[in-house]
């Protein structure tokens, strides 16, 4: 193998003895273990193998000789197979061979992924025609998964965001799930729930960017060998003074480490922060047992990364709404605009900074 991939593949292994699982090893594991279990696994993308941030190393191919091996192909039994390419640069060619796949491979899991996030409008077609209405328009059935780069990291317009809220306004009769986990272990019960579900629906996963190597975002060991996965994660009770709680902010994704660090430089127990893992369908009745924990009278804020228009909000302002009834819901969020993002890193960071204040500020 190339020198520069062996601390990985010893760190990888130390990870499962030690934890601090990041989020392409907790995605391994997911595979290794449905592979394991007679599940075949297909996953395709424009440079998926490696992953696009260098994050996944699938296949590992000797320097030398060019020869190529798949280490999770050694777990496969019966007739499961772990099938993994980097497609041609087509989104809409390749995600409508991968549903059209799905449809007929109801035994398989089988993901398509964005290069980033953005791309997948290049599929819009597949998206609107396909995945979002098949079943009700021709009772077609597919548990396709699209993996989505999404993330505010100050990269430009075209590679922040995955487009959250054309996903959400799709979204009706439980079509499809909607979702951004926060920790590897969820992305892990994630995409094992996936596998198993009955009745099949396709599944749409906001993945990380910067929060990929994030070790604020590792999960131990423990959370991968217990439990499943949770649609909403609530505070670390060591954090927050329960009773005392005032203010919770809502919030999804790669933004909720932002807002923890902060708080927790500040010394605030009286602002708690609880993470929807998935968007849609909403969870009301896990939702309202996790706000259970703290007053009533407490505020509830919903903070993003996207400007006001995009984003979850569209969609979450009237479904919070409707699942909180006697509740209000504020907003902290970018501006409306035209654009998914600014062009400049500096302005990102300002943004980013006030964002985060706003959200704490008292």
């Known amino acids: 193998m190339h020198p520069k991939l062996r601390p990985?593949?010893?760190?990888?292994?130390?990870?499962?003895?030690?934890?601090?699982?990041?989020?392409?090893?907790?995605?391994?594991?997911?595979?290794?273990?449905?592979?394991?279990?007679?599940?075949?696994?297909?996953?395709?993308?424009?440079?998926?193998?490696?992953?696009?941030?260098?994050?996944?190393?699938?296949?590992?191919?000797?320097?030398?000789?060019?020869?190529?091996?798949?280490?999770?192909?050694?777990?496969?039994?019966?007739?499961?197979?772990?099938?993994?390419?980097?497609?041609?640069?087509?989104?809409?060619?390749?995600?409508?061979?991968?549903?059209?796949?799905?449809?007929e491979r109801p035994d398989a899991l089988v993901m398509w992924e964005a290069q980033f996030g953005d791309f997948a409008g290049g599929a819009q077609t597949i998206i609107d025609e396909f995945i979002s209405s098949s079943q009700q328009k021709w009772a077609?059935?597919?548990?396709?998964?699209?993996?989505?780069?999404?993330?505010?990291?100050?990269?430009?317009?075209?590679?922040?965001?995955?487009?959250?809220?054309?996903?959400?306004?799709?979204?009706?009769?439980?079509?499809?799930?909607?979702?951004?986990?926060?920790?590897?272990?969820?992305?892990?019960?994630?995409?094992?729930?996936?596998?198993?579900?009955?009745p099949r629906r396709p599944l749409v996963v906001f993945t990380p960017k910067s929060m990929l190597r994030l070790k604020a975002a590792a999960s131990p060991v423990s959370d991968f060998t217990t439990g499943g996965f949770q649609t909403v994660l609530g505070d670390d009770p060591s954090k927050v003074d329960a009773a005392s709680v005032d203010r919770v902010l809502l919030c999804s994704g790669k933004v909720a480490y932002d807002l923890l660090a902060e708080r927790d430089r500040r010394g605030d127990r009286r602002t708690a922060v609880v993470r929807l893992e998935q968007l849609y369908p909403l969870d009301a009745r896990g939702l309202g047992e996790v706000l259970s924990a703290f007053p009533s009278s407490a505020e509830l804020v919903w903070v993003q990364e996207e400007p006001a228009n995009q984003?979850?909000?569209?969609?979450?302002?009237?479904?919070?709404?409707?699942?909180?009834?006697?509740?209000?819901?504020?907003?902290?969020?970018?501006?409306?605009?035209?654009?998914?993002?600014?062009?400049t890193s500096k302005a990102h960071q300002a943004e980013q900074k006030a964002l985060v204040a706003e959200a704490l500020d008292r």
């Open 8 to 103: 990985m593949l010893e760190k990888r292994a130390q990870m499962t003895r030690e934890g601090g699982v990041d989020w392409a090893m907790g995605e391994l594991l997911a595979i290794g273990s449905l592979l394991g279990e007679g599940t075949g696994v297909r996953l395709a993308g424009q440079d998926s193998r490696r992953g696009t941030f260098a994050q996944r190393h699938a296949v590992l191919i000797d320097r030398v000789t060019g020869e190529e091996w798949t280490p999770l192909q050694k777990f496969a039994t019966g007739d499961a197979r772990f099938w993994v390419y980097d497609s041609l640069l087509s989104e809409y060619a390749a995600m409508g061979f991968e549903y059209g796949y799905s449809v």
């Open 311 to 343: 984003g979850a909000w569209p969609f979450l302002g009237y479904a919070l709404a409707e699942a909180l009834a006697d509740r209000s819901v504020r907003r902290v969020s970018r501006k409306a605009s035209a654009s998914p993002a600014t062009g």
């Open 140 to 198: 077609q059935r597919s548990s396709v998964v699209l993996l989505l780069p999404h993330g505010y990291e100050g990269q430009g317009p075209d590679h922040s965001s995955a487009r959250i809220e054309r996903f959400l306004q799709l979204c009706a009769e439980e079509n499809m799930t909607v979702a951004m986990p926060s920790t590897p272990a969820s992305h892990f019960h994630l995409l094992r729930r996936q596998a198993y579900a009955r």
